[in-house]
């Protein structure tokens, strides 16, 4: 039954209640807690009984420890070890360590009763603010004892769709176990089963399931900076309070504001009963005599700035549930009574600063233009006093600054190295090829990649490839290419068991001459196969006008567009009909500079391999340019045509030509022609009347040279 003291429910009678309301998010997303569990109790019955168990045993404690032992001015802060694991694809989810420290801070602020928003709570319950005197630290320290951030970083899939084992699994194969009897374990994901956050109260049934005593909480609600915002303060805290064993105020599930549930009860006594807020209604008062101590009762208003509510105004916890929550920290139920311990302290590194252990950096860019400025980070741990920075190639050349700016004038791939010290000791670490600096101007134009004359992707200079998975890299191949050749860029797509994003982007290209009036021609082939028809794969093309720092998307190739055809066996293409032609007529003139860049990203959902070959860019005017030096001529006419066209062009005895007709996704039509013509015009006719209306292209090859005309049939 829900208790109310006597001098709180007075309180709460005579106080005048400010006016004021105002709403949280237009769709406020919701804690899991309870709908995880159950999730796991459907699945396996006797958890439930477990649970059942679990918690009768925890009231039992907590009765007794709040009659007879509970004296909350009597001990020092309690200290919590936390890991935070960051379970990403390369997005904006993996978050950055100053989104982790800025969401610690907002955690510790609301559990010491310091935070800025405490002031505005209502008068009714400024009288009963908790204070949990609870400081959640980062371990210095991994299970093992070696020097740790308490921050990991895991590439996996399972970001999208699963807080429960498979974040857990990914994260303890690739950084070993963190036992919840010795840390707080957090995992950041971009979407933890559709929830704003959630976690299970302390139970001793985690084991069953390989969820443990863990927290799960989306990217976008982890601390107020970064991905996050203040609409998000305390949605880490929310999700802390049931992990030490706190409900929602109006009860044990995820349901607020259903009729009937005045009757429910959070077991926290100085809570009023309520049907629970989605809206900050700080007048609100959803239960009548809800204030009951067995003699009397009264009616009082709900406590809508609870931070175990969903009203999104929280600002406190009351007394009755810091008592609860240090009631938990002290009961063997799920170990958290080791976690404050002193040895816990010294295994996880958290009774103090930590030691300086390692020397580490980052920067904002590893890949620049001539002339760019590149900001690095100091992300060495711990108690970092000075430091010693060398940059081959820079300027300056070196720093004692804990974040330095530095210029590369000159083209080349230079080294990095840094020195900290803690004033007692010292590590260092240098980083070889570290920035790749990017000549400005880049190649001239026309531009044609063939591969033929490169001996390695990525070199540093004509390509360079991205892959966070850390799996299947884009490289060369010697073995096939298009149009009869032997090399090309390679994806071995085959061997990806999971989704990941694989770039290979371009050197510099100098587009600065080009007439802003001109059309730029950009076309490329590739040859790919599914795996299986329900493989979804994507290979995506962008741009970009400031050397790669930003990029802008100008084709998407998906599913079925990509191809059609299944190959269950390593692909490699046989025949110049595995290729598809491809242009990019969308390059407009923002991006005629001087340090124009391009690449192609492909999305893996495992399928076969990809390659692409015959990249070609050039002004449509300098294309006009070599026909008249070539003595060539393309014609297509009548055009559009529902019906028979003509193709007259040019060509020189002795040459091969190949004459196709292809889609607007590169797919092959028809053979024209392929082989030798005779010198001067030729002529050749073509039926389109079985054709879909729409657009094609006639695409003339001959001697690595492409040109290429719309065709329409209407």
Same mark, same amino acid.
């Given at each position: 039954?829900?208790?109310?003291?006597?001098?709180?429910?007075?309180?709460?009678? +005579? %106080?005048?209640?400010?006016?004021?309301?105002?709403?949280?998010?237009?769709?406020?997303?919701?804690?899991?807690?309870?709908?995880?569990?159950?999730?796991?109790?459907?699945?396996?019955?006797? @958890?439930?009984?477990?649970?059942?168990?679990?918690?009768?045993?925890?009231?039992?404690?907590?009765?007794?420890?709040?009659?007879?032992?509970?004296?909350?001015?009597?001990?020092?802060?309690?200290?919590?070890?936390?890991?935070? *694991?960051? /379970? *990403?694809?390369?997005?904006?989810?993996?978050?950055?360590?100053?989104?982790?420290?800025?969401?610690?801070?907002?955690?510790?602020?609301?559990?010491?009763?310091?935070?800025?928003?405490?002031?505005?709570?209502?008068?009714?319950?400024?009288?009963?603010?908790?204070?949990?005197?609870?400081?959640?630290?980062?371990?210095?320290?991994?299970?093992?004892?070696?020097?740790?951030?308490?921050?990991?970083?895991?590439?996996?899939?399972?970001?999208?769709?699963?807080?429960?084992?498979?974040?857990?699994?990914?994260?303890?194969?690739?950084?070993?176990?963190?036992?919840?009897?010795?840390?707080?374990?957090?995992?950041?994901?971009?979407?933890?089963?559709?929830?704003?956050?959630?976690?299970?109260?302390?139970?001793?049934?985690?084991?069953?399931?390989?969820?443990?005593?863990?927290?799960?909480?989306?990217?976008?609600?982890?601390?107020?900076?970064?991905?996050?915002?203040?609409?998000?303060?305390?949605?880490?805290?929310?999700?802390?309070?049931?992990?030490?064993?706190?409900? *929602? /105020? &109006?009860?044990?599930?995820?349901?607020?504001?259903?009729?009937?549930?005045?009757?429910?009860?959070?077991?926290?006594?100085?809570?009023?009963?309520?049907?629970?807020?989605?809206?900050?209604?700080?007048?609100?008062?959803? /239960?009548?005599?809800?204030?009951?101590?067995?003699?009397?009762?009264?009616?009082?208003?709900?406590?809508?700035?609870?931070?175990?509510?969903?009203?999104? /105004?929280?600002?406190?916890?009351? =007394?009755?549930?810091?008592?609860?929550?240090?009631?938990?920290?002290?009961?063997?139920?799920?170990?958290?009574?080791?976690?404050?311990?002193?040895?816990?302290?010294?295994?996880?590194? %958290?009774?103090?600063?930590?030691?300086?252990?390692?020397?580490?950096?980052?920067?904002?860019?590893?890949?620049?233009?001539?002339?760019?400025?590149?900001?690095?980070?100091?992300?060495?741990?711990?108690?970092?006093?000075?430091?010693? &920075?060398?940059?081959?190639?820079? $300027?300056?050349?070196?720093?004692?600054?804990?974040?330095?700016?530095?210029?590369?004038?000159? !083209?080349?791939?230079? %080294?990095?190295?840094?020195?900290?010290?803690?004033?007692?000791?010292?590590?260092? #670490?240098? =980083?070889?090829?570290?920035?790749?600096?990017?000549?400005?101007?880049?190649?001239?134009? !026309?531009? *044609?990649?063939?591969?033929?004359?490169?001996?390695?992707?990525?070199?540093?200079?004509?390509?360079?490839?991205?892959?966070?998975?850390?799996?299947?890299? &884009?490289?060369?191949?010697?073995?096939?290419?298009?149009?009869?050749?032997?090399?090309?860029?390679?994806?071995?797509?085959?061997?990806?068991?999971?989704?990941?994003?694989?770039?290979?982007?371009?050197?510099?290209?100098? @587009?600065? $001459?080009?007439?802003?009036?001109?059309?730029?021609?950009?076309?490329?082939?590739?040859?790919?196969?599914?795996?299986?028809?329900?493989?979804?794969?994507?290979?995506?093309?962008?741009?970009?006008?400031?050397?790669?720092?930003?990029?802008?998307?100008?084709?998407?190739?998906?599913?079925?567009?990509?191809?059609?055809?299944?190959?269950?066996?390593?692909?490699?293409?046989?025949?110049?009909?595995?290729?598809?032609?491809? #242009?990019?007529?969308?390059?407009?003139?923002?991006?005629?500079?001087?340090?124009?860049?391009?690449?192609?990203?492909?999305?893996?959902?495992?399928?076969?391999?990809?390659?692409?070959?015959?990249?070609?860019?050039?002004?449509?005017? +300098?294309?006009?340019?070599?026909?008249?030096?070539?003595?060539?001529?393309?014609?297509?006419?009548?055009?559009?045509?529902?019906?028979?066209?003509?193709?007259? +062009?040019?060509?020189?005895?002795?040459?091969?030509?190949?004459? %196709?007709?292809?889609?607007?996704?590169?797919?092959?039509?028809?053979?024209?022609?392929?082989?030798?013509?005779?010198?001067?015009?030729?002529?050749?006719?073509?039926?389109?009347?079985?054709?879909?209306?729409?657009?094609?292209?006639?695409?003339?090859?001959?001697?690595?040279?492409?040109?290429?005309?719309?065709?329409?049939?209407?």
């Amino acid at each position: 039954m829900k208790k109310f003291t006597l001098f709180t429910a007075l309180l709460l009678s +005579m %106080t005048a209640v400010a006016q004021n309301e105002h709403f949280g998010p237009q769709n406020p997303i919701p804690c899991h807690n309870n709908w995880e569990r159950d999730r796991a109790f459907e699945a396996d019955p006797s @958890l439930r009984i477990q649970d059942s168990i679990d918690q009768a045993e925890f009231q039992s404690f907590y009765e007794y420890y709040y009659a007879n032992e509970y004296d909350p001015g009597a001990r020092s802060t309690y200290v919590v070890p936390v890991v935070v *694991h960051i /379970c *990403h694809v390369g997005g904006p989810e993996n978050i950055s360590d100053e989104q982790v420290y800025d969401a610690i801070e907002k955690l510790n602020q609301d559990f010491s009763a310091t935070n800025v928003d405490v002031n505005t709570t209502v008068a009714p319950f400024d009288a009963i603010i908790g204070n949990a005197d609870i400081e959640f630290r980062l371990a210095t320290k991994d299970p093992s004892g070696n020097c740790h951030k308490g921050i990991t970083r895991t590439y996996t899939q399972n970001t999208y769709h699963d807080g429960g084992s498979g974040l857990r699994n990914d994260v303890a194969a690739e950084h070993g176990t963190w036992p919840q009897n010795k840390y707080m374990n957090v995992f950041v994901c971009i979407d933890p089963n559709g929830a704003a956050g959630y976690t299970n109260n302390p139970a001793n049934w985690y084991s069953a399931t390989g969820m443990g005593g863990s927290i799960y909480m989306r990217h976008d609600y982890m601390g107020t900076i970064g991905t996050a915002s203040t609409t998000a303060e305390h949605t880490l805290s929310h999700e802390v309070g049931h992990w030490l064993n706190l409900s *929602h /105020c &109006w009860g044990g599930n995820n349901n607020p504001g259903q009729s009937g549930a005045c009757s429910d009860d959070d077991g926290v006594d100085d809570t009023p009963r309520t049907i629970g807020w989605t809206y900050c209604n700080i007048n609100g008062n959803s /239960c009548s005599n809800d204030a009951i101590d067995g003699y009397w009762s009264m009616d009082v208003i709900d406590n809508v700035q609870n931070i175990m509510e969903y009203s999104y /105004c929280s600002t406190m916890f009351t =007394q009755g549930q810091v008592a609860r929550m240090h009631s938990a920290l002290n009961s063997s139920t799920a170990q958290r009574n080791n976690l404050w311990t002193p040895a816990n302290l010294n295994a996880t590194g %958290t009774n103090g600063p930590g030691s300086i252990c390692e020397a580490l950096f980052s920067s904002d860019f590893k890949v620049v233009c001539a002339g760019s400025t590149v900001n690095f980070t100091d992300e060495s741990y711990h108690s970092v006093q000075t430091r010693s &920075w060398t940059f081959n190639g820079g $300027s300056p050349s070196t720093s004692a600054d804990q974040n330095p700016a530095i210029v590369y004038n000159t !083209p080349g791939v230079y %080294t990095v190295a840094l020195s900290v010290s803690d004033g007692s000791s010292s590590t260092s #670490t240098t =980083q070889t090829n570290y920035i790749i600096v990017l000549d400005t101007p880049g190649v001239g134009l !026309p531009y *044609h990649e063939g591969f033929e004359d490169i001996s390695l992707i990525p070199d540093n200079s004509n390509f360079m490839v991205e892959n966070p998975a850390g799996d299947q890299d &884009w490289s060369l191949t010697t073995n096939v290419g298009a149009g009869g050749s032997t090399h090309s860029a390679i994806l071995q797509n085959y061997f990806v068991t999971e989704a990941s994003k694989d770039e290979l982007i371009s050197g510099t290209i100098d @587009l600065s $001459s080009v007439d802003p009036s001109d059309n730029i021609v950009f076309t490329f082939e590739y040859a790919y196969r599914k795996k299986t028809s329900n493989d979804d794969e994507y290979l995506k093309f962008y741009v970009s006008a400031d050397c790669g720092e930003t990029w802008a998307l100008r084709k998407v190739i998906h599913g079925n567009d990509l191809s059609s055809v299944n190959s269950s066996s390593f692909y490699t293409p046989g025949t110049d009909q595995d290729w598809y032609f491809v #242009t990019v007529s969308n390059i407009n003139s923002p991006y005629y500079v001087s340090g124009f860049r391009y690449k192609f990203e492909f999305t893996s959902d495992g399928g076969n391999n990809i390659y692409i070959d015959n990249i070609n860019l050039y002004p449509g005017s +300098m294309a006009d340019q070599e026909e008249v030096q070539e003595s060539s001529v393309l014609r297509v006419f009548p055009n559009p045509t529902e019906g028979l066209t003509n193709i007259q +062009m040019s060509a020189q005895a002795g040459v091969n030509y190949k004459v %196709t007709v292809l889609s607007t996704l590169g797919q092959q039509v028809a053979v024209i022609h392929q082989g030798e013509l005779s010198n001067g015009i030729n002529n050749f006719e073509f039926d389109m009347t079985e054709l879909s209306r729409g657009i094609y292209f006639v695409k003339i090859e001959s001697e690595g040279k492409v040109q290429t005309v719309k065709l329409i049939r209407e």
